[in-house]
């Protein structure tokens, strides 16, 4: 029996996973970068000791990341994608066929390579000829960048500590929504109001002094061991409950969980999230 | 700063808590019984090394195994709890004011002794008149009582091990329809499609078999450590997606987070849970 690889979120809750093999390990500039196999989630990803994305639960997060913003926005021809260094989002994104490019910005290569080699099964996009993988720091991307605006843009940061804290901060949402066409739709993982209220809270804060709709949406991401993730819709016109049926029909057969009821679903706030958000 | 207490799941899996003091461990008949102290999930009652409620997430479980049956059987004057020892289950049950009997089946008393005594934040409902605790085999009690037939059933087991494995068998489910109204409801826990899809497939057929309505429906549970948990709704007659708004009404200010729109919500289900039910 392998040894157990743990990850502790708050200094008194862990999640171990036991590990059959380790079979990358390697420092980058910015973290240290890790692919271990494990007997109940295969394949993993770890940054900094954190647990990021899995062969078995990484589609609760990226379908649940990518659709609901993919399916509402009223164009989808250019997006943009934050972070995701393992490839699963940018897939999710390339599924609808209404995206012509798929622009990805990424701190760290040596994520990207070790999801190309380790974590096929993940990135299955990444010859896709629509996409363009940038790798540069986002927050100077969305400050500097002279491209067109996008149509929708998805964060997919780490956690709000080490090199993707700033993926966090109001002046990075500043910039974001200055790449975002008027009417376009951002959606960004925003972290567990059950394991942090308070970064949960203080995102949605922030987001709602930008945009005019913001609607925090929840599911499990087994991984991430607490049985709650958010993610947060945002824009300054439509809604989130409207999706286009079209581009919902053209996903569901590939979909491993996102489907039309779902959708409606997520959006359904238990009453200690609307307390907390004073809903 | 405390040891870690691991609940491993499946051998290869584990949820750890760090302990702040163990307040109470002794073997009944049974089972082992431990009530301990966390450091981020507050009081846990730990039966033979499983994590069964703690006082940080127990309204998860126990509002989405009450409320949903309670708010669509046509009348809920007489509720059977099977199991359910931690007494958050009837403290549930009991916030109905049409309930005017609710009978709970517990086989090991100290269960409730512990749980009176260290989880009186959970069980807060012990001594309503209305409430008549019974210390016998649930699966005896379906088998051989003749008490008057149940609007709604209830069954808090715990796994499909250990003494609480009768509770999955189709006999009895059998039992408990037999003591069911003939439009009334039952509500059980079903376990974790994701950690236990065999189980969890397995017990939707034989509640198919017994059933004409039998309707899983999804939510967090975060000290189970999967991100998703399950509970059925049961019936011959009705559907759970109309429910009774008075009622609704009357819970949802006490509730944390049950509320007519997370009603609606659990009852979407996932594609591979679709796929895994044919459904």
């Given at each position: 029996?392998?040894?157990?690889?743990?990850?502790?979120?708050?200094?008194?809750?862990?999640l171990g996973l036991r590990v059959k093999e380790t079979l990358y390990s390697a420092e980058s500039s910015y973290q240290k970068v890790e692919v271990i196999d494990t007997e109940s989630f295969g394949r993993v990803l770890v940054i900094d000791n954190v647990f990021m994305t899995s062969e078995y639960d990484e589609f609760l997060y990226h379908e649940m990341l990518a659709h609901p913003a993919l399916t509402t926005a009223p164009r989808i021809e250019r997006v943009l994608v934050i972070g995701g260094g393992d490839g699963g989002t940018v897939r999710e994104v390339l599924r609808h066929s209404d995206v012509k490019q798929c622009v990805m910005i990424e701190i760290d290569e040596l994520v990207?390579?070790?999801?190309?080699?380790y974590l096929p099964g993940i990135g299955t996009a990444w010859n896709d000829p629509r996409l363009d993988v940038r790798f540069i720091d986002g927050i100077d991307y969305v400050k500097k960048s002279d491209d067109e605006k996008y149509d929708v843009i998805l964060l997919d940061g780490t956690d709000p500590i080490g090199p993707g804290a700033v993926l966090f901060n109001e002046a990075f949402y500043e910039g974001c929504k200055r790449m975002l066409a008027e009417d376009?739709?951002?959606?960004?993982?925003?972290?567990?109001?059950?394991l942090m209220m308070d970064v949960f809270v203080e995102t949605q804060h922030k987001l709602r002094s930008?945009?005019?709709?913001?609607?925090?949406?929840?599911?499990?991401?087994?991984?991430?061991?607490?049985?709650t993730w958010s993610w947060t819709w945002c824009s300054d016109t439509g809604e989130p409950l409207r999706p286009v049926k079209e581009r919902?029909?053209?996903?569901?057969?590939?979909?491993?969980?996102?489907?039309?009821?779902?959708?409606?679903?997520?959006?359904?706030?238990?009453?200690?999230v609307k307390r907390a958000l004073k809903l």
């Open positions: 029996m392998g040894l157990w690889y743990d990850e502790t979120f708050d200094g008194h809750t862990r990207v390579e070790a999801a190309k080699r376009g739709v951002m959606a960004l993982q925003s972290e567990s109001p059950l930008l945009f005019a709709e913001v609607h925090p949406y929840l599911g499990p991401v087994p991984l991430y061991g607490t049985g919902q029909e053209a996903i569901i057969e590939g979909s491993k969980a996102y489907n039309p009821e779902l959708h409606q679903a997520i959006f359904a706030l238990p009453n200690y």
